[in-house]
């Protein structure tokens, strides 16, 4: 069971070790440890988000609103910060606001019987629609004394959303193997019909899948917060990609009933890694950007290469 | 409430004048059926004689109109599937359902997990489902490993664990044998008959006559939503049910068949497919159906793959009407091939389609004018194979996934004849469709190759032996790939083909050709 | 199924109220209407466009439309507003996205017979159609922060430009005068400058992290002036500087105006920002519009002007209407 879990991700971790060292080879620089906290810490807000997505992609469903998510809750919690509410309560309110919408995208997907895509292809427009209404369009800055947020993306030590993210996927994953509700969603991921048929509560156990997924967009909007000092209506845009991609990169299957957390924030890292190796090496950005689509690719069909033989 | 003459103690279920209407549908107008403790209860009949309807009454999915039911004894009257598990009824169904990305044991406790708080209690997991597996001692049945990488026949296995480890007492399997291969249906009755030991009461749905009456102890048999008799199995015969089960004798089943073979048409030359070792050679003419007999798995459907051009065969030729076709350009269809599928609804068949688009979608070209589509000359097209093969539907415009399995069957196989193929290559063409559409099937096929003026061309794959002895003029037997000599139908008998298909005896044809 | 049914009821109501609500907006026929479309609706940069255009409307009861894409890289929305809108007004003011996309509609608009003017970033081999040509001589402005920066590093030292998005005329224009002026000081290297922002401040703080870790060595920038070429990676820069505490160490011209730069200048973090004059490219682009619609004289291609705003010149009165028309 565990020596299974671990195998899974050792695909993407083997992908990531070797992009890590192969840029590390040729600049010693990447061995830094600021080097590492740039590339553990740009990969918070991908990799939070990433861990909400990997339940909601392993219970079948899928949610393109992430990237409207994280920029509507930023705005609300920026909003809040700069009323000087206290940072518990702006942290409370995130995780609250971003569950709404997720419970939003679950409960329409459900009841209305549309595909998530579509719901969430929706909702997508809705949330940052909303975003840049309640903004006026502009971001909405922290006050510029306001020093609290910053050690959770920035300072100089180890900013705390790492351990954060730490904690989320280790918490996650658990959940996933060890509760009724996490063998609940790959079981309904997998094969709706059984789960149907064996008496399990299938559209609360979705419905929370979504909250989750939205919960855990709502720290990543925190954390994107923390990062930028405002909230900013367009931020993330098409970050949705890139969480899909961070989860697909750790062997999670589109169709659902398969996928790992962890993996799924290995896939974060491998990005960002990707991303950070370019920049260390004067790569220009275009190129950066094949890169990248060329190294998820690969990883993919390595990776499916591997599963295939395991099987035979 | 409880009726002392029908409930006695020693009936495990008794139901009592089942009916049930769906708008003006009588589904069920009068079930009465009984099970007792440790017994194998059959249950057959035409498909829409009702029994789909009964299973989802005794399972709790849908309520009856009137009758009542009792198990144990106790009044029954389920208001939703999970109120049946948990009295002890489980099902098996067609279509598995297992969840392949979860472990066996997990399978088995699905829905029913031991927990602590919101935790799944792993060890108490382990130690119920190794309880529930302890009824099959089967090698490939490990509790921790993936249920998606298991056979068939194992994944059966797992769901009957499941049914056993939630306290089941009556279990009903549906078809359950539809995708087994021979080795694992006897495998399954003899989970079956440990079960029957250990009293747990079975209802056996099947279409198969030999299976039930390998298996099952009582015999009901349902027609137009009324159970029409309830027979003891070592009492009872194939004529007897079937005379049951449509309402007139057995004889109509089948059709007269004319001698009628002429010229070759096509020739089959050491053709090798790439699953198997073996090679096949055989000479087909117009004017005759040949049958191709053979166990699940031994390159059949890979034969007629190759000859249709959908597969690209290892090595051989194939020669039609003395042309040898290339096999690089061989799209069955341009030489007058047609291909009827053993995969309705996945291959043979587009569900959402409507009837007219599924019948003339091999040939668009013939109902349209420069590229653009004629949906009335397509329209015109339909209803003449509707009228003509009596497919029962609303209007050609309906869609084909609410037919029924012979309906649809009747569609695909109209798109072979509207499309005027000479050569029939048919895979299973009555599986899972019921006997009265079996008998038109039967007649289509005969008629065809009898017809005086253009007889065509039949190559038909089944399993099922009566039919193929029923209906062909020749028959060759598959084993692993390598297809026996033909020989005619007259100087073989079931026996023989299954010898050969099983192996024991490899050319075992050829000599009483000699 | 009646939660369904509400719901349908609901959006029927609400597909309604916005059909009301557009007819509403035509009522009167005989206004002058002109669409202003400009890159993006977020930057602030864009609402001081917009807070010019409205002044230049309201002094000839102009029917204003003001609405642009969505994402300040998506060209084909842009295209399509273009297209949709120049049906309704009778002049379009363009921002284009891209200098060559975006010329086939406006050269379309130009031959249904209706004016367009084109602000901010220039347009293809135009001149023939277009009226004429408002912005700010982003060339001019990239050589500018280029003379402050040589200045302030007294001719010598290792400089980093990070780009903003590759197919932004204007912000590719400051980069190349930028690059350009830098050349005439021999001692003043160029250590990077083929790092591209992206759309998004966040993805900008992420660059710039990356780009400001490889020149540190041992806790020390080994750069001496950085330049950035628009508001958000100004911004993202910025706060990587800060995040980083690099801030200070190094002089730093940004580009735009924002709340937080003059924060920064006040806080010598940055030496200064660039700003251009957005409302009086707004304003005149109307202008020039209505101009030709009422065959009054314009001019072809007009500068607005950029200005280097510092430390020093931050309490001046124009300086400071400049930045009260873009900074909240």
């Not at chain 1, 083997?14 to 600049?27: H, K, M």
């Not at chain 2, 499941?162 to 009755?189: H, N, V």
């Not at chain 2, 056996?204 to 199995?233: F, K, M, N, P, Q």
């Not at chain 3, 379009?92 to 086939?104: F, H, M, Q």
Request: aromatic share 6%.
């Amino acid at each position: 069971m565990n020596l299974r879990a671990s195998l899974k991700m050792l695909g993407p971790l083997v992908a990531l070790l070797v992009v890590y060292f192969g840029f590390g080879i040729s600049e010693p620089a990447m061995f830094n440890r600021t080097v590492i906290i740039n590339i553990l810490s740009q990969s918070v807000i991908v990799g939070i988000a990433a861990v909400g997505m990997t339940l909601i992609i392993i219970s079948g469903g899928i949610d393109l609103s992430v990237g409207s998510i994280i920029a509507w809750t930023g705005v609300i919690a920026a909003f809040l910060i700069d009323q000087s509410l206290s940072p518990i309560l702006v942290f409370l309110t995130a995780i609250l606001c971003g569950g709404l919408c997720g419970f939003l995208n679950g409960s329409l997907s459900i009841w209305l019987r549309l595909m998530p895509f579509i719901v969430t292809l929706g909702t997508m427009q809705i949330y940052r629609g909303s975003a840049k209404i309640f903004t006026g369009g502009t971001p909405i800055n922290l006050p510029f004394d306001e020093t609290r947020y910053q050690l959770w993306m920035g300072g100089t030590g180890f900013p705390y959303g790492i351990f954060l993210l730490l904690v989320i996927c280790i918490f996650t994953s658990w959940i996933l193997h060890y509760t009724r509700f996490g063998r609940h969603a790959i079981a309904i991921g997998s094969s709706p019909a059984t789960a149907r048929l064996c008496g399990i509560p299938v559209l609360r156990t979705q419905i929370f899948v979504y909250v989750i997924g939205g919960a855990m967009a709502g720290l990543a909007a925190m954390m994107n917060v923390a990062k930028s000092s405002q909230g900013d209506p367009t931020t993330a845009l098409g970050l949705e990609l890139d969480i899909i991609a961070a989860v697909v990169l750790g062997g999670a299957r589109l169709t659902g009933g398969q996928g790992s957390v962890i993996g799924a924030v290995i896939g974060a890292l491998l990005m960002t890694c990707i991303r950070t190796g370019c920049v260390m090496h004067g790569i220009p950005t275009p190129w950066t950007e094949v890169i990248t689509g060329i190294i998820i690719i690969i990883a993919v069909v390595v990776d499916r290469l591997r599963q295939r033989h395991t099987l035979c | 409430m409880e009726s002392p003459r029908l409930a006695s103690t020693t009936s495990r279920l008794v139901m009592q004048g089942i009916a049930k209407t769906f708008g003006s549908t009588n589904a069920l107008r009068d079930v009465d059926l009984e099970v007792l403790p440790g017994e194998v209860h059959a249950i057959v009949g035409e498909n829409g004689a009702g029994k789909s309807t009964l299973m989802q009454i005794l399972s709790g999915a849908i309520k009856p109109d009137r009758g009542q039911m009792f198990l144990d004894g106790k009044n029954y009257a389920p208001r939703h599937p999970r109120q049946a598990r948990e009295v002890g009824i489980g099902m098996i169904y067609q279509e598995l359902s297992i969840v392949p990305d979860l472990t066996v044991e997990e399978n088995i406790m699905l829905g029913n997990e031991p927990m602590c708080g919101p935790v799944i209690r792993k060890s108490l997991l382990r130690q119920r489902a190794l309880k529930a597996l302890a009824h099959f001692q089967h090698p490939d049945l490990q509790p921790n490993h993936l249920a998606g990488s298991l056979s068939l026949a194992v994944k059966q296995l797992v769901e009957i664990a499941r049914a056993l480890a939630s306290g089941c007492r009556l279990l009903i399997f549906d078809e359950p044998t539809s995708s087994l291969g021979k080795e694992e249906i006897s495998q399954l009755f003899r989970v079956i008959r440990g079960l029957k030991a250990q009293g747990v009461s079975i209802l056996y749905i099947s279409h198969h006559l030999e299976e039930i009456h390998a298996i099952s102890d009582r015999i009901t048999i349902l027609r137009d939503g009324a159970s029409v008799a309830t027979l003891t199995t070592s009492q009872s015969n194939d004529d007897q049910i079937i005379g049951h089960m449509v309402g007139r004798a057995i004889d109509d089943l089948y059709p007269q068949k004319k001698s009628n073979r002429q010229s070759k048409i096509l020739c089959a030359e050491s053709i090798r497919t790439h699953h198997h070792a073996g090679c096949t050679s055989f000479e087909l003419h117009r004017g005759e159906v040949l049958g191709i007999a053979g166990l699940i798995g031994s390159g059949r459907t890979e034969l007629l793959r190759c000859l249709f051009g959908l597969a690209k065969p290892h090595s051989g030729n194939i020669t039609l009407d003395g042309k040898v076709i290339d096999p690089c350009h061989r799209i069955g269809w341009q030489h007058g091939i047609g291909y009827l599928s053993e995969n309705r609804k996945e291959e043979g068949l587009a569900l959402d389609l409507p009837i007219s688009e599924n019948l003339t979608l091999s040939h668009l070209h013939a109902y349209s004018r420069c590229g653009v589509l004629s949906p009335r000359s397509q329209a015109k097209g339909t209803q003449h194979w509707i009228k003509q093969l009596k497919i029962k539907c609303a209007s050609h415009n309906q869609t084909t996934r609410n037919l029924s399995g012979g309906n649809q069957q009747k569609i695909a196989f109209a798109r072979l004849l509207d499309h005027g193929v000479e050569i029939f290559l048919l895979d299973e063409p009555t599986r899972g469709i019921d006997i009265s559409a079996k008998a038109s099937m039967y007649e289509i096929i005969r008629t065809l190759v009898d017809d005086a003026e253009k007889p065509r061309a039949v190559l038909m794959v089944s399993s099922y032996l009566p039919e193929l002895f029923a209906l062909c003029d020749r028959i060759a037997v598959m084993h692993d790939g390598q297809l026996s000599s033909t020989v005619e139908i007259a100087s073989t008998d079931a026996h023989e083909v299954m010898r050969i298909a099983t192996g024991s005896q490899p050319d075992f044809l050829a000599h009483t050709r000699a | 199924m009646r939660i369904f049914h509400l719901t349908k009821i609901a959006s029927l109501s609400a597909i309604c109220a916005l059909g009301l609500g557009c007819n509403s907006t035509t009522k009167d026929e005989k206004r002058t209407r002109i669409v202003m479309i400009p890159k993006g609706t977020t930057h602030l940069f864009w609402k001081s466009v917009e807070t010019g255009a409205k002044q230049a409307a309201k002094e000839h009861d102009i029917d204003l439309t003001f609405i642009g894409p969505q994402r300040e890289d998506d060209r084909s929305q842009q295209i399509d507003l273009v297209t949709n809108q120049a049906q309704k007004n009778d002049a379009v003011v363009l921002a284009p996205l891209d200098r060559v996309a975006l010329r086939g509609v406006a050269l379309q608009v130009a031959q249904m017979g209706k004016p367009v003017v084109i602000i901010d970033s220039s347009l293809a081999d135009s001149d023939s159609f277009i009226t004429s040509y408002i912005a700010t001589d982003n060339r001019e402005a990239g050589r500018m922060a280029a003379r402050k920066i040589a200045e302030l590093l007294d001719g010598n030292g290792h400089v980093a430009m990070m780009r903003y998005l590759q197919g932004s005329a204007s912000t590719e224009q400051r980069e190349e005068g930028f690059l350009e002026e830098i050349k005439k000081h021999p001692s003043i290297s160029v250590v990077s400058s083929e790092q591209y922002a992206g759309a998004t401040a966040s993805q900008a703080q992420d660059t710039a992290t990356n780009l400001l870790t490889r020149f540190t060595r041992d806790g020390k920038l080994t750069i001496d002036g950085i330049f950035t070429s628009n508001q958000s990676s100004t911004y993202g820069m910025l706060q990587s500087l800060r995040a980083m505490s690099h801030a200070g160490n190094v002089k730093f011209i940004g580009f735009d105006g924002d709340a937080s730069f003059i924060d920064a200048i006040k806080k010598k973090e940055m030496q200064g920002t660039l700003l251009q004059d957005p409302a009086r490219m707004g304003y005149l682009g109307i202008k020039v519009a209505y101009a030709k619609l009422k065959g009054e004289p314009y001019e072809a291609i007009i500068d607005t002007g950029a200005t280097m705003l510092t430390l020093e010149n931050l309490e001046q009165p124009d300086i400071a209407d400049l930045i009260q028309s873009q900074v909240p």
